[in-house]
């Protein structure tokens, strides 16, 4: 250890935020392994030769707590290197907890550039579930002045010469003071921006604020759990969220009573990918029933999608909520996220 320290004797002591993300990390490691085993911190050998840490590619961080040495890998939450063991696994809500914080501080360091007006949103998405997977991408004007999709979608009226696969661009007058003085839920991108970069970091008040002002709509007997999660899953459909809010719908998601994480899956396209999951055993207000899910890179924590069983297709009563198998997507409602990001111009792509 000393001569561990001598390294880098000049080197300053890492503030609390930097050594945040590989707490909870570590924290997780340790509960969602089903043995209780701790990792075995390797001891120095009888030896006179000096012995030196090589930190190179797959270790992030260098931990020392308790004056012991922990090395953590940088590979994905839900690999066998950072969970201690492999497949499709549920955590509990301790472990659930951890990680979500870890993928609150991780999130919350990311920069963040507001478009400028006359730039572009581009998604690409899928959707999948009791058909066909359809897949489409469209451009949205930051100012909410314009917007373009492919395929296209046929204008009423004749559509004999219409070519679906032609990027069809509409431009309208910029709505957004209209929609600001008489009070309409409809925003533009930016609008929509500036309001979620208003909210306070802490997730109580941030998820106060939103259903204050998000207006999706009450739905009568709605408990606030069920509120929160359907608030959350609608914001998580907008491209662009401020860094700070990203990380407080984390956080409010670890607060959401039977919200677990779910490791060791793959998103409906296949990606590997970790999920949020809650389960309605009886029908929400909203109607939603059976396993909600949200997708998130397993790295990033980018939102990748969302699937939710269908009410008429509920696993039969009893049945385990993480299952040995792969998710059945033909009784869900699904929607993928393949791409997105900021263009300067309609069929641009980043």
Do not use: C
């Given at each position: 250890?000393?001569?561990?320290?001598?390294?880098?004797?000049?080197?300053?002591?890492?503030?609390?935020?930097?050594?945040?993300?590989?707490?909870?990390?570590?924290?997780?490691?340790?509960?969602?392994?089903?043995?209780?085993?701790?990792?075995?911190?390797?001891?120095?050998?009888?030896?006179?030769?000096?012995?030196?840490?090589?930190?190179?590619?797959?270790?992030?961080?260098?931990?020392?707590?308790?004056?012991?040495?922990?090395?953590?890998?940088?590979?994905?939450?839900?690999?066998?290197?950072?969970?201690?063991s492999s497949g499709r696994h549920l955590l509990s809500a301790e472990a659930s907890a951890d990680t979500l914080e870890l993928a609150a501080a991780?999130?919350?360091?990311?920069?963040?550039?507001?478009?400028?007006?006359?730039?572009?949103?581009?998604?690409?998405?899928?959707?999948?579930?009791?058909?066909?997977?359809?897949?489409?991408?469209?451009?949205?004007?930051?100012?909410?002045?314009?917007?373009?999709?492919?395929?296209?979608?046929?204008?009423?009226?004749?559509?004999?010469?219409?070519?679906?696969?032609?990027?069809?661009?509409?431009?309208?007058?910029?709505?957004?003071?209209?929609?600001?003085?008489?009070?309409?839920?409809?925003?533009?991108?930016?609008?929509?921006?500036?309001?979620?970069?208003?909210?306070?970091?802490?997730?109580?008040?941030?998820?106060?604020?939103?259903?204050?002002?998000?207006?999706?709509?009450?739905?009568?007997?709605?408990?606030?759990?069920?509120?929160?999660?359907?608030?959350?899953?609608?914001?998580?459909?907008?491209?662009?969220?401020?860094?700070?809010?990203?990380?407080?719908?984390?956080?409010?998601?670890?607060?959401?009573?039977?919200?677990?994480?779910?490791?060791?899956?793959?998103?409906?396209?296949?990606?590997?990918?970790?999920?949020?999951?809650?389960?309605?055993?009886?029908?929400?207000?909203?109607?939603?029933?059976?396993?909600?899910?949200?997708?998130?890179?397993?790295?990033?924590?980018?939102?990748?999608?969302?699937?939710?069983?269908?009410?008429?297709?509920?696993?039969?009563?009893?049945?385990?909520?993480?299952?040995?198998?792969?998710?059945?997507?033909?009784?869900?409602?699904?929607?993928?996220?393949?791409?997105?990001?900021?263009?300067?111009?309609?069929?641009?792509?980043?």
């Open positions: 250890m000393n001569e561990l320290n001598e390294l880098r004797a000049d080197a300053p002591l890492p503030d609390a935020d930097r050594l945040a993300p590989q707490r909870a990390l570590l924290s997780e490691e340790f509960r969602s392994r089903p043995d209780g085993r701790r990792p075995a911190f390797a001891r120095p050998r009888p030896t006179g030769r000096r012995m030196f840490l090589v930190a190179a590619g797959a270790v992030t961080a260098l931990a020392v707590t308790g004056g012991a040495v922990v090395l953590l890998s940088d590979e994905a939450p839900g690999t066998s290197a950072s969970t201690g991780t999130v919350e360091k990311l920069g963040a550039t507001e478009p400028g007006p006359k730039q572009w949103v581009y998604e690409k998405s899928t959707a999948l579930g009791q058909q066909e997977p359809q897949t489409s991408e469209s451009w949205t004007r930051w100012d909410g002045t314009g917007w373009a999709r492919l395929p296209g979608i046929p204008p009423s009226g004749r559509i004999d010469h219409f070519d679906r696969n032609k990027l069809q661009v509409t431009y309208g007058p910029n709505m957004e003071a209209k929609w600001k003085k008489e009070g309409y839920d409809d925003r533009s991108q930016r609008q929509f921006y500036r309001f979620l970069a208003t909210l306070p970091s802490d997730p109580d008040r941030m998820m106060r604020r939103i259903r204050e002002e998000h207006a999706i709509g009450d739905i009568k007997g709605e408990t606030p759990a069920q509120r929160d999660w359907r608030e959350i899953d609608v914001l998580y459909r907008s491209v662009l969220i401020p860094p700070k809010v990203q990380a407080g719908m984390f956080r409010a998601l670890a607060k959401i009573p039977g919200a677990r994480v779910e490791k060791g899956i793959k998103d409906p396209v296949g990606r590997p990918a970790i999920g949020v999951t809650v389960t309605y055993a009886k029908p929400a207000a909203s109607g939603a029933q059976g396993k909600q899910e949200i997708f998130f890179d397993p790295v990033t924590y980018a939102f990748m999608g969302e699937a939710a069983d269908l009410p008429s297709m509920k696993a039969p009563e009893g049945t385990p909520v993480s299952s040995p198998g792969p998710h059945d997507w033909s009784h869900a409602i699904v929607s993928v996220r393949n791409a997105w990001g900021v263009v300067d111009k309609p069929g641009e792509r980043p």
